[in-house]
C-alpha cells in the first residue's frame, strides 16, 4: 500500500518551513534554556542540529561542561494535534522505567506542551545528554539502492550475542509489570487528559503518510486482545476505503492469539523500540549506557510485547518487496538466524534473574510467536502500508497454507466486493488528477509563486481536509489557489 502524495507533499513543505522557524530562533533558544538551569548557566550550542523521522534534537553544553538535549517533535513529520500527547506519553514512559527499572535512560530536566514553549515551535523535552555512541552509527549500514538501512554483513554473532544479551534483560525488566487494560499509559506525571485508545506508530503513521485517521472512538477501550487486534485490523480496512490509492490485506485472527493473555494481563509496548534506539559507551565497549527516543508507548497485548522481535536485522521486514527483493529469502534466512541467538540470550538471561518468579514466561512467548506463525501478524499489525507480498504476509501466508489462504481471500469475494472495487478504480482516477495538481502547486511554491501557506491551505482543499489539523492557530485570510 503506497504512501498518499498529496500527504506527504503537505508533510515535507510543513518541516521544511518549521525547521527554517527554529533555526532562525536558534539563540533565543540557548537564552530559554539557560533560564531553565538552576544556576542560570550561560550555554552554547554543541555540534549540528540533528533531526530524524520524528523528532529535532539540538545538543546544548553550559559553562560547567555539563551538557543537555533539547528536543522538539518534527512539526510536519507529526501530525499538530497529537503533538501534546506524544511528548506527555513519552514522559510517562521515561518516567516509568526510572522509577520501575534499572535501564539507563536519559533524566528530564524539563518539558512542557506546545503552550508552555515560549519559542512556539511545539511541545519540548529537554534532558540530559548521555556521553557514548550510537549503535546505528557503526552497526547499520543504508543501502542507497533500496533506501533502507540494516544490520552490516560483516558483524560476527559474538558481537550480536552481546547486544541481545542486554537487550533482553531491557525487555525481561519492563515484561515484569502488569496492567489491567489496554490503552493508554496512565498520565500519572504529567497528568495529560488522555484518551483511553492508544496513539500508536501504525495509526499516526496512517493519518501523516495517507491522509486517514483509522482512531475511531478514543473512549472506547478493549477488553480483551482479540478485541484490540481486530480493532489495529480495521484500520487497514479503512485506509483501504478512504486512501485512493491503497491495497488491503485480509487474514482471519481467532489461530493466533494466544490463550493464555487474551484477557490479560497487559504489558508496556513501545512500537519504535529498537537497535536504533541504543546508545552504547564506544565502537569498542558494546556496554548500553542510553535508551532514548521512547516515544509510541502505551499498554498492549503481552503475545505484542512478547513476539519475535521486528528489529534483529536494524529494518522492519515490512518493507521487503518479495516482487522486487531478489534476495528477500537470504534475509529471511539471516533474520530466523539472528531469532536464534535471541531467543538462547532471553532463555539464559532470563533463568539467571534474581526472584524471577514467573520463569521462561516471556521466552516461552517469543517461542509461541515463531512456531504459531504469530509474529508474522504482529509485524503487520504493528505498522500501516501493508501489501500481500510485503515479507511477513507472504511468510503468514506459507505457514497458513497457501490453500487456506487463498479459502480466506475467497470469502472476502462476492458482488459486494465487486462494487468496491469499481469505486475504488473511481476513486484511484481522482486521486491522480489530484496527485498531479499537488506537484503542479509545490513547484509553484518552490518557484515563490504562491506562499507555504497558500500552498498547504490549498493541498489541503483538494482532499477536504480541517484546516485545523494542519493550523494551530488558522491563519486570517488563507488563500487558496484555483490555478497557478
Keep these: 500500500m503506497d504512501c498518499h502524495k498529496p500527504s506527504t507533499l503537505l508533510s515535507e513543505t510543513e518541516c521544511a518551513g518549521w525547521l527554517n522557524v527554529v533555526i532562525q530562533k536558534r539563540q533565543q533558544m540557548l537564552a530559554w534554556v539557560t533560564s531553565l538551569h538552576p544556576q542560570k548557566l550561560a550555554c552554547e550550542s554543541d555540534g549540528n542540529l540533528f533531526y530524524g523521522s520524528y523528532n529535532f534534537r539540538q545538543k546544548v553544553t553550559f559553562s560547567d561542561g555539563t551538557s543537555w538535549v ?11 494535534r497529537y503533538t501534546d500527547e506524544k511528548v506527555a506519553m513519552e514522559v510517562e514512559m521515561m518516567t516509568f522505567i526510572r522509577e520501575k527499572t534499572t535501564i539507563p535512560v536519559p533524566r528530564i530536566r524539563h518539558w512542557g506542551l506546545s503552550r508552555a514553549n515560549p519559542l512556539g515551535v511545539g511541545p519540548f523535552i529537554i534532558m540530559d545528554y548521555i556521553e557514548g555512541v550510537s549503535l546505528t552509527s557503526f552497526l547499520i549500514k543504508r543501502d542507497p539502492e533500496l ?10 554473532d559474538e558481537t550480536l550475542e ?36 492508544p496513539l500508536t506508530f501504525k495509526a499516526h503513521d496512517i493519518l501523516q503518510a495517507g491522509g486517514v485517521s483509522t482512531f475511531g472512538d478514543r473512549s472506547k477501550g478493549f477488553a480483551t486482545t482479540t478485541e484490540y487486534f481486530q480493532y489495529v485490523l480495521s484500520q487497514d480496512w479503512e485506509q483501504l476505503i ?20 487474551d484477557r490479560g494481563p497487559f504489558k508496556i509496548i513501545c512500537d519504535d523500540l529498537s537497535l536504533a534506539n541504543v546508545i552504547v559507551r564506544s565502537e569498542d565497549d558494546l556496554t548500553i549506557v542510553g535508551i532514548v527516543d521512547l516515544e509510541w508507548s502505551y499498554i498492549g497485548p503481552a503475545q505484542l510485547f512478547g513476539s519475535a522481535p521486528w528489529w534483529l536485522l536494524g529494518r522492519r521486514l515490512v518493507d521487503v518487496d518479495t516482487r522486487y527483493d531478489e534476495d528477500h529469502p537470504e534475509t529471511t534466512a539471516r533474520y530466523l538466524k539472528y531469532l536464534e541467538i535471541f531467543k538462547r540470550v532471553l532463555g539464559e538471561e532470563e533463568a539467571r534473574m534474581p526472584g524471577y518468579d514467573r520463569r521462561n514466561e516471556l521466552s516461552k512467548l517469543v517461542q509461541w510467536s515463531e512456531s504459531s506463525g504469530a509474529m508474522w501478524l504482529h509485524m503487520l499489525l504493528s505498522v500501516g502500508f501493508n501489501h500481500p507480498k510485503n515479507l511477513p504476509c507472504v511468510q503468514l501466508e506459507q505457514h497458513i497454507g497457501s490453500k487456506k489462504w487463498g479459502a480466506l481471500l475467497q470469502q472476502s469475494a462476492g458482488p459486494e466486493m465487486d462494487v ?52 494551530d492557530p488558522v491563519p486570517d485570510n488563507i488563500e487558496v489557489v484555483k490555478d497557478i
Aim: proline share 4%; hydrophobic share 45%.
Design 162 to 197: 552481546t547486544l541481545y544479551r542486554q537487550f533482553a534483560n531491557i525487555l525481561l525488566q519492563l515484561f515484569q509489570h502488569d496492567f489491567e487494560r489496554i490503552g493508554s499509559l496512565p498520565a500519572l506525571k504529567t497528568g495529560f487528559d488522555v484518551p483511553i485508545r
Design 242 to 261: 478512504k486512501q485512493r490509492n491503497s491495497r488491503a490485506l485480509r487474514t482471519l485472527l481467532p489461530s493466533l492469539i494466544h490463550p493464555d493473555y
Design 147 to 156: 533506501q533502507f538501512s540494516h544490520v552490516r554483513e560483516d558483524v560476527d
Design 420 to 471: 468496491f472495487v469499481e469505486e475504488k478504480v473511481v476513486q484511484l482516477a481522482q486521486y491522480e488528477r489530484d496527485e498531479k495538481k499537488a506537484l503542479k502547486l509545490k513547484d509553484g511554491f518552490y518557484a515563490r509563486k504562491i506562499s507555504m501557506v497558500s500552498f498547504l491551505a490549498t493541498v489541503a482543499a483538494l482532499e477536504g481536509w480541517d484546516l485545523t489539523s494542519r493550523f
Design 70 to 80: 533539547v528536543r522538539f517533535p518534527l512539526f510536519g513529520n507529526n501530525a499538530l
